[in-house]
């Protein structure tokens, strides 16, 4: 069984910063991409940022300049550095990661954290 745990979200001032980590464990044997996501009040899920094994990320153009995703491949962890938050950046975030559980298994499954609620506001 593979979990995805989430920390660090809370309420913050417009303009703070807030850093989220994400610890993978569970039987696995290799993560490929690992991404955050977030979902705002009465909005679909959206992509906010990912990072691939090779180091390589993406992020949304809401958040580019602002927010850095990093990982720490030995640890099996994805942390999120963000910084001049707006009330818009208000959602739960939502971990992902595509996941190789084992060596004789060469699917990669998709796995999610349970969420970390991010409030910005005065």
């Known amino acids: 069984q593979v979990q995805l745990v989430e920390s660090g979200g809370g309420l913050v001032q417009p303009g703070g910063s807030l850093r989220l980590s994400c610890a993978a464990s569970?039987?696995?044997?290799?993560?490929?991409?690992m991404s955050w996501y977030r979902q705002a009040s009465g909005n679909q899920r959206e992509l906010v940022a990912s990072?691939?094994?090779?180091?390589?990320?993406n992020y949304a153009a809401s958040v580019k300049g602002r927010f850095t995703i990093s990982r720490d491949n030995a640890k099996n962890m994805v942390s999120l550095e963000m910084n001049s938050l707006k009330p818009e950046d208000t959602a739960v975030y939502y971990c992902?990661?595509?996941?190789?559980?084992?060596?004789?298994?060469?699917?990669?499954?998709?796995?999610w954290g349970q969420g970390t609620q991010v409030t910005v506001s005065s």
């Open positions: 990072i691939r094994i090779d180091g390589s990320t």
């Open positions: 569970g039987i696995i044997f290799n993560i490929n991409t």
């Open positions: 992902n990661a595509n996941i190789r559980r084992t060596i004789v298994d060469r699917n990669y499954y998709q796995y």
